[in-house]
């Protein structure tokens, strides 16, 4: 890669007179920075500050070619880990202040996921080779985040550089005095005795067994960290004490403790409620709650359907009588928690209603308990079926009939509205006989004949059910088409005549009213259950002969 004159930028000198000491040399040619190599089974360099030979810097690892180095700053004191972070690329890590750094190959990167990384520095390689000659620092892009240390930066990035360089030559540079075209290859001597087998590692047993079978099942990705499998290996005490040690990570919120066979259900409860002994005996459960949620038979899976067999045998009578039997579950996972989960809750069934009478709050709560409810007596299959086809009967009668009360709601609502004279019905009254006088409208002032007779409070007050009749009309008299001509009484009769069911014009005064002169009174009627008559007494003449002759008279 090409670098730019104008930017910080550092050559690396190899001395000739010692081949373990490393110059860094800037564009003026200053000397800035010193690199030895401490001899030695174990890796470890030194930088050092060349005008005042401080120690800056020391790396130390198990070989130039380990994976994890630990980098030691100096005044002020701080410890770095170089890590190699590739799989087949290379990349090596490391953490400064808030941020994180890479090296890929010939560049370093800040990394800001999920923002693309940003390069901080620029090295020059041969070809082909991991022989850093110059290295080039990006001070525009450094100055673009909050870094504090800038020096102690540099000096991180140049070390971590130069032992790269280090294990690069480790890797190329071959052993002196041997080359591979020279090294003997050294003849097997057949009484030589077989190299002894070191002796195989003693078992792990208790709580550290299974701690190592909860690794082994973890890393071949068959559970999670946090959930044990009890198997018939251990004992109910070293599951409980690796259960507690989990539930005391402040990591874990909740575990889970599961069977791996039907014959290690008893074994899981026995280590749940050792478990939580522990807990107990140690004082967390009191400062800490632990929910509790239990799941059963979780491994059943429903078996592929074939095609459809008509069994035509009669039923196994030992089937029956076992199929109401308790059945021990296959299998139980319980769930031990630090803090609620409402979709672990058991889903509560309810056998049977109340009325809201009997729940609400009006109503005062009884001092008795009540009696508990009485088992129901077992049935037969034949006795269930025909159960259960009565039921289904009744409920197909109650949709028939649901059917049909709808379809008459819809012709009654379908049915032609009344004519638009005539006046809408009354809901509140009693509906129409056939009865005449159900027809008959009783006046305000007289007695209706279905009227309670009144209490005897009332006896001397008629006033109550009584009113005064209906006063004359303010409109002018009529002109009538015939001159009024005197009855059997002296007074004039009207154009129909006059009589008890007449229209008369003159009609009798009750009691305590004075006689009504003439005009036009409208006529009443008594009483509904008095006869009419249609035609009026007149002497046997009508209204025309009776005018003639008063005509002829005058």
Known sequence: MSLDQNLYTLNFSQREDDRNVVDLIDSNGVLQYTKRRIPGNEYKIEMYDPLSEGLLATVSAPAATSKHKTLQLYNPDLVVELKYTGTITFKWGFKWEDNDFEWRREECYI????????????????????????????????????????????????????????????????????????????????????PTVPPRPEPRQGVERVAEMHAIRTAHGDGEANEIEVWEECSIEDYAHYAERLLNDEAMLFITIRSSSADQVPKVLRVVEETKRLRHKSGVAEEEELYQYVIYDTDKTTPRKGPKRINLNDPDPKKGKDKGKY????????????????????????????????????????????????????????????????????????????????????????????????????????????????????????????????????LNNPMVYTAPPPPPPRHPRPVSMAFPMPDGTGRPQSFYGSGPMGYNAFPEPMDGQAPVGSGYQPGYVSSPQETSSSYPPSGGKGPVSALLEMWSKH
């Open 327 to 458: 059945a021990p579950p296959t299998s139980l996972t319980v769930h031990l928690s630090k803090i609620d989960m409402p979709e672990l809750r058991p889903k509560s069934t309810l056998t049977g209603s109340r009325r809201p009478s009997e729940t609400g709050s009006g109503r005062a709560a009884s001092s008795e308990r009540s009696p508990p409810p009485v088992p129901a007596p077992e049935i037969s299959d034949k006795e269930r079926r025909r159960i259960e086809k009565e039921r289904q009967k009744a409920e197909r009668e109650r949709e028939r009939e649901a059917k049909k009360n709808k379809k008459t709601k819809g012709k009654e609502s379908a049915s032609p509205p009344p004519p638009s004279g005539t006046p809408p019905p009354h809901r509140l009254a009693k509906p129409s006989s056939s009865s005449p006088f159900s027809s008959y409208h009783t006046p305000s002032f007289q007695t209706h004949p279905y009227q309670p007779s009144p209490s005897p409070s009332q």
């Open 111 to 194: 990394l800001r996921k999920p923002d693309p990384a940003v390069l901080v520095a620029v090295t020059k390689e041969p070809p082909g080779r991991l022989q850093t000659r110059t290295v080039q620092l990006l001070d525009y892009n450094l100055n673009r985040f909050d870094i504090s240390d800038r020096k102690g930066l540099e000096i991180v990035v140049l070390t971590a550089l130069l032992t790269f360089q280090d294990s690069n030559e480790v890797y190329h540079t071959p052993r002196e005095g041997s080359t591979p075209a020279a090294t003997p290859t050294p003849a097997p001597t057949p009484a030589s005795e077989p």
